[in-house]
């Protein structure tokens, strides 16, 4: 919705510009501005083509305002997709044995989460939970069982849930609409930066930050380039940990502060220590991954 609104202003405050610009310099061909410079004519000249070049880059089939209507919302809210454009590459048909694929991806790995969920993770979970009501000094005693317990589990419920959203899910959509820009992930699993990490593992919200956080940041508030990485890191932070105080229906901020720790790390990797040590990268990467979801989740558990 923000997306949708966010775009929509814009390119109807472009189009008023362009009314008032196209109405200056009527007056000034019908001679009823005078004492008018030949460089304000010139930099209105420029500013209208820039206005129309603007407003029609952004749809060749669907020119601005016609757009807006209610069918336009209702496609944009069933794509895979988090940002608004006026246009959207499309397929030509839906190919109904891949949506068969994916949606018996869907189900399958669902079954295999439940059965993961029931043997391995819930039994855990009930074990930290009875050391809640202890002492923290006993508590620390049996966390590090509990977390090496959990560990392993957890890591493949967190690939588990990511191949069945990003892949399965999404590519389900995306046919079932005819939404043709498959790209909601990139090779995570490659990453040898957390930032590259944080572009790759999900597209889509990758984009909206950029575009109306990250971007908007800079241009809004007039702030620097690492000025807005640190606000969008915050705000996404802060909404996961909102997610954490519903699941776990407790407050403690160590989502928050895992994910902003990425930043340090993120600086570290482009360190001239870690420069040119990619293989080094992605095994702190990966280490990152096994120990970070395991280590939070417990947290939340049993503190």
Partial sequence: MHSYAFYNG???????DLHIVEGSLKKLQDGKTKDTSSATVEELNELHKFLREELAAQSTTTPFPTNLTLFNYFEY???????????YPRTESINWSYVGEKVAAVFGVFFLMIVLAEKYLYPIAIEALKLRPLPFREKALEYPLILLNLTLPFTLMYILVFYIIWDAILNAIAELTRFSDREFYGPWWN?????????????????????????SSISTFNVSKKAATLITFLLSSCIHELVMYVIFERLRGYLLFLQMCQLPLVALSRSRFMRNK????????????????????SMYLVF
């Fill in 10 to 16: 814009y390119l109807w405050s472009t189009l008023e």
């Fill in 77 to 87: 809210s069933m794509f895979p997709t988090l940002v608004y454009q006026i246009d």
């Fill in 191 to 215: 990453s040898i930066t957390w930032d590259q990490f944080a572009r790759d593992w999900n597209v889509p919200v990758h984009r909206f930050l950029l575009r109306h956080v990250y971007h």
């Fill in 278 to 297: 990619a293989v080094l990268g992605n095994v702190i990467f990966w280490f990152g991954i096994l120990t970070g979801p395991s280590l939070m989740c």
